[in-house]
Nanobody
Framework: QVRLVESGGGLVQAGGSLRLSCATS???????????MDWYRQAPGKQRELVAT???????NYADSVKGRFGISRDNSRRRLYLEMNDLKPEDTGLYYC????????WGQGTQVTVSS
């Protein structure tokens, strides 16, 4: 059974940093590393939005709002995805989710990030 478990969120002041982790299970290594993975977030009262993508090739894409501040990475041997978030802003507040492109319908519980001004 495929599972994704996000962690690392918390309450931080504007300008601070957090590192989110996404632990996966139930995904064989070749499938894990052969597909892209994404980080999404959902702010209160808003739709879920794509924040960052890490392609299997290593290429990355970021939402304009986080470019230059966030960094996405993965550890294939541990089947984990990470999101390094720096210079956090109050508008970064939300519930953050990871997603694996081969398992689009599988979502974790998310990890809450709250940035105070």
């Amino acid at each position: 059974q495929v599972r994704l478990v996000e962690s690392g969120g918390g309450l931080v002041q504007a300008g601070g940093s957090l590192r989110l982790s996404c632990a996966t299970s139930g995904i064989i290594l070749s499938v894990f590393r052969g597909n892209a993975m994404d980080w999404y977030r959902q702010a209160p009262g808003k739709q879920r939005e794509l924040v960052a993508t890490l392609e299997s090739s290593g290429g990355t894409n970021y939402a304009d709002s986080v470019k230059g501040r966030f960094g996405i990475s993965r550890d294939n041997s541990r089947r984990r995805l990470y999101l390094e978030m720096n210079d956090l802003k109050p508008e970064d507040t939300g519930l953050y989710y990871c997603n694996h492109r081969n398992y689009r319908n599988h979502w974790g519980q998310g990890t809450q990030v709250t940035v105070s001004s």
